[in-house]
């Protein structure tokens, strides 16, 4: 039982998977597809990028914090929640490797404490058991591995307090609610697949 909730948790970790043809099939299929989208692929990466760098980049603007725009993102109960711009180039170099092209956010409320400050949010949003459901992002540095990890977070509208639900890797999220349930699932580019169920309980319904 954790924040009032029951909670079900499956997680399957997937795996990159090579070798599994004949050998000689493996090199034909590298041959004649691999090559063909690699090169394909190159070309249409230099064509774009280069005409951003060569007649785009030189007359930009420097974009700074304070031109970000803010969206609506959710507004429950008095409680107004909004999402920023895109984040990503204000991170440090190996949050933004991490994130690659994956858009990152800033969150602020209308609450005179505004606790999502200075943090960084998924656009996963979902309103369940009147509190609205967030994924936080957060790095673990150990020195000799980095990596991403989320967290799933509740706002009570009323109170604005924020509630730590669980943590778990970083996997993109899609959720819906079924007979009082709310059901998150997720996946990564590994194939990772991630499934959470949170049951109402008594202490949610007083």
């Known amino acids: 039982m954790k924040n009032g909730y029951q909670i079900e948790i499956n997680e399957i970790k997937g795996k990159l998977n090579f070798g599994k043809n004949p050998w000689y099939v493996e090199i034909l299929l590298t041959i004649f597809i691999g090559i063909p989208l690699i090169i394909f692929g190159g070309l249409f990466w230099l064509l774009g990028n280069g005409f951003y760098y060569v007649f785009v980049k030189p007359f930009e603007k420097e974009k700074t914090w304070n031109d970000l725009k803010w969206t609506e993102f959710e507004n429950l109960n008095g409680l107004v929640i909004e999402k920023s711009d895109p984040i990503n180039k204000f991170l440090d170099e190996k949050e933004q490797e991490w994130f690659d092209e994956d858009p990152v956010y800033a969150i602020r409320t ?97």
């Not at 999502?116 to 609205?132: C, E, H, R, S």
């Open 110 to 206: 209308n609450s005179a404490d505004n606790a999502l400050a200075g943090k960084i949010f998924t656009d996963f949003n979902k309103v369940f058991d009147g509190k609205i459901f967030l994924q936080e992002l957060f790095p673990l540095d150990s020195g000799e591995k980095f990596e991403i990890k989320s967290k799933l977070i509740s706002i009570e509208p009323e109170s604005s307090r924020v509630e730590i639900i669980d943590e778990f890797d970083y996997y993109y999220l899609e959720a819906s609610t079924d007979k009082g349930e709310l059901h998150i699932n997720g996946a990564d580019q590994l194939g990772s697949k991630f499934e959470m169920k949170i049951k109402k309980t008594l202490a949610n319904n007083g």
